[in-house]
């Protein structure tokens, strides 16, 4: 008795194949192995590139230290303000990119709560340990950081549609910027 076989139902990440399953195994290792590069780099950056006890304070008034930078007279201040109002903002992006793809969870908020909860938990490192200032406009700005990454992640996720297309495609922009991170990590004695 012939019995009609019911469809097979296909997600939209179908693969076709191993060669397929290889090439997501392997944008995973790299989008691994790029991550973690990224993060050697974000703790050289916030927590050892300056001497222990050097600039110890503490801010938790939102938005005065960028208050006080748009008021600062001279032109080196200003520099000094703009560089580190956009190294906060830009330092954060490739974890909020990364997060979702190292946490399987595209969430937006949640990815958001784990990006202000980093941030967080530097800037108390810093304050305890002397490393640079604890501020809360740092969180701010490294929040505003990781949303635009989060948010480039979410339009790649819904113009690529499937999960191997975003695997490959943030595997080769990480690949990319390899040579961007070592540059930073290892040709710029970073000082504040």
Known sequence: MN???KPVAVSDDAQPGRTMTMRVKIGTVVIWLVFVLYLILLMKLLLFSR????GRSFNLIPFATISDY??????????????NVVGNIVAFVPLGAF???VRRNSR???????????????EIVQGIFGLGASDIDDVMLNAVGG?????????????LRRWSRVIAVVAVLSLLAVPILCYFLFAIRLRM
């Open 3 to 5: 019995v009609p076989s």
């Open 51 to 54: 001497p222990p006890g050097s």
């Open 70 to 83: 748009l008021v600062g007279g001279s032109a080196a201040v200003k520099r000094f303000a703009i560089g």
């Open 99 to 101: 997060l979702p793809l």
């Open 108 to 122: 937006i908020w949640m990815n958001l709560v784990f990006v202000v909860g980093a941030s967080v938990a530097l």
């Open 147 to 159: 949303l635009i990454g989060i948010l480039f992640f979410s339009l790649l996720r819904v113009l």
